[in-house]
């Protein structure tokens, strides 16, 4: 970040009064831009005991395998995004259940906020970010090729607790 | 967002090739600029069967009561940044436990991530955020002036599931 966002003026780095972290604050208009981590929303679904994964189309880690996942939109709630991204790259409609895994990953900056899912009617394809798209039975997920620790964190969690999580809850307007 | 903040030129709101979203654009460097919700992380600390609730000294909502709770800051886990706001708002230091509540608050772009707390020596003391900080039986909780509705939800959720919850994970560079 070079240049305000507001007022076009360019960005100097000092910690703001009341504060005690370096932020960048812009010289002539004095907005402070805050930086904050990404939160990555994704489920992996299940069809007849079996679970859906994506192959990475895109970098990082092309051509890995993945579960449905990617970075949360604004406007939505996390099931919302979870759905949404799913609906992307394998082109499956699904219906959000419990929270399965969070991770925070703070090198990247990010949360990885996984969620159980389910196939609504068995359907699927390759969206555009992914290669291929396929069910594996518990027997073949492809460990030495998944894409993300996250990843990987989350299948094991699936398989050792199909039916647990944390249900998330959304708050509206009435 | 007017300028790009990379080279200081205007922005133009388009939607990118490949995506579905108008987006802010540069239309000198075509850098995009995406914008996605915000972590709110915090806790509901735990002392001796009492709750830990600041009062707030800021807008929004000054002079209710809240659990120590504020935005996710780079470089750190969920569990970091629930104790560090509980170390800046409640004077207090406390062990994070379990997941207590995941609630998505679509209309501000944000999600607001709970935890269960014990603090760690029953010391607390107004922080710069906070015109006071006590603890409170369940029979005490300040329901009509507390200051957010997921703050009601996680007190709530506790008080129902003092010791359930789901464990989140990090995941750190060796």
Redesign the interface.
Known sequence: ????????K??VIEIPD?DN?LRHVCSACRTI???????VVGCVPEWEGRLLLCKRAIEPRLGYWTAPAG??????????GAARETLEEACARVEIGS?L???????V?Q?H?MFRARLLDGQFSAG?ESLEVRLFSPYEIPWQDLAF??VT?SIKKLLADPH???H??????R
Request: proline share 9%.
């Open positions: 970040m070079n240049y305000c966002s507001d007022c076009g360019p960005i009341g972290t831009h805050y930086k904050n981590p990404l939160i970075f949360m939109e604004l406007g939505e709630t996390l099931e919302e929270m895994a969070s991770v925070s990953v703070p090198h900056n949360v906020i555009e620790p996250s964190f647990g999580g944390m998330s809850h959304s708050i509206k307007p």
